[in-house]
């Protein structure tokens, strides 16, 4: 009998120009947070009040990433609902666009929120800066995957 669980989290970040051009693609590993751990249980509670995760935030803070954080260091501009959820083979992904505009400068963090603010964060991950500029948009593909170790 093998009840051991694993949480992978990896996430891709997408920076294109105006024209849509790709400037820079990254793939890095995350996070999942205390917060976003006990969030997990707490939905499989059949009375949960946790409302699901429907956020991503970009910032630019650097320090590392640990399990008791509950928020970004410095967030950049209002968090972005989630444009996708999708669920297949024990993964969940979740994808978010920051257009022209949004999150814009030395993008450094990022995480999964429950909230337009406030809430429970899911993960978070650090990264050497992704320079993003006001005509620039930032795809961000967050996966997390649950496996038996």
Known sequence: MNDGLKLRGDVALVLRD???NVKEERKIKNLIVNSGLNFICDRMESNSAEAVMSHMALGSGSTAAAASDTTLGTQLGSREALDSDTVSSNTITY???FEAGDATGAVTEAGIFNATSGGTMLCRT???VVNKSADDSLSVTWQI???AS
Do not use: D, E, P, R
Request: net charge positive; hydrophobic share 35%; aromatic share 8%.
């Open 145 to 147: 995957s649950l496996t």
């Open 95 to 97: 994808t978010s666009s």
């Open 126 to 128: 650090v990264f050497a």
């Open 18 to 20: 105006k024209n849509g």
